[in-house]
């Protein structure tokens, strides 16, 4: 797997504030929020996309998903909701080749799925 921005910050050699932080998963703001609230969770483990995840990595999926919902708790978002994101290659839009899940939330969120 090739080096990217997300392995950097899992190694330390970028300064990022991290709300979250154990042996398997990381926490940040985006850089670039798309949302008033927008974390990003990811393993720690290289694990390029969800289509190069093996089955053993299945527990760190779900690890990942109970990170955002706690996150979403401490920032109050949890009672009015919402929207989990995880991008999957090109036609899904996905731009670092690191598996990371999106925590969007703090306004009403459109849906924008359309072709491009
Ligand atoms: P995706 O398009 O799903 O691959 O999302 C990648 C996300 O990483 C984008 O929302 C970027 O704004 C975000 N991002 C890129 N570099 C950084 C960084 N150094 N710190 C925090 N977020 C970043």
Redesign the pocket.
Known sequence: MQDN??LK?IRKE?K?DFLYEDDEVLA???????APV?V?IIPKKPIQSIAQMSEEDSPIIGKMFWVARNIAKDLNISEKGYKL???VGKD?????PHL?L?LLGGARLAENIHPV
Not at 92 to 96: L, T
Request: glycine share 8%; aromatic share 12%; net charge negative.
């Open positions: 921005i997300f910050i970028i990022t940040f703001y985006d850089i670039h929020p798309i927008h990003l994101l995880i991008r899904g839009g996905q731009e670092v990371h999106h």
